[in-house]
């Protein structure tokens, strides 16, 4: 089930693109991971904070991507974030890249928690299983 989702405006910069002037492959997931983050602080969790208060962090299991339609130079983007299903240390999230709502790229996206020490899976730290879950 779909959680209402967030959603990031981001602008196209001449770094993010090719010689053409058309945002190459990778950039879309450097803007996905920037939309994760900012979602996680709207929920109000910060990264670093994860990592030396609750010992967690996440990290990327698998991505299906999806490119549909170029974006070029000084196109204003959404990015957005939506939670597909929680597990005990996994989160499944769908993520799209619009212009205009037109989508561009979609994603789902498999992210596991884990232990900062050691990277193995650990269980999602309960206050960010709430505020997920209250997301919705």
């Known amino acids: 089930m779909l959680t209402r989702h967030f959603s990031l405006p981001l602008?196209?910069?001449?770094?993010?693109?090719?010689?053409?002037g058309v945002v190459y492959h990778s950039t879309?997931?450097?803007?996905?991971e920037r939309?994760?983050?900012e979602w996680l602080r709207?929920?109000?969790?910060?990264?670093?904070?994860?990592?030396?208060?609750?010992n967690v962090l996440f990290m990327i299991?698998?991505?299906?991507i999806e490119y549909l339609k170029p974006a070029v130079l000084d196109d204003l983007l959404n990015i957005t974030v939506s939670v597909l299903e929680v597990g005990r240390s996994r989160i499944t999230l769908f993520q799209e890249v619009l212009c205009s709502h037109i989508k561009l790229v979609n994603a789902t996206i498999h992210v596991v928690c884990v232990g900062a020490e050691k990277l193995k899976p650990v269980s999602i730290p309960a206050s960010l299983?709430?505020?997920i879950g209250k997301s919705a």
């Open 42 to 54: 709207e929920l109000g969790f910060n990264a670093n904070a994860l990592i030396t208060d609750s």
């Open 11 to 20: 602008r196209v910069y001449y770094q993010d693109t090719d010689a053409g």
């Open 61 to 64: 299991r698998s991505i299906d």
């Open 28 to 32: 879309y997931l450097n803007f996905m």
């Open 35 to 37: 939309a994760r983050y």
């Open 129 to 131: 299983r709430e505020k």
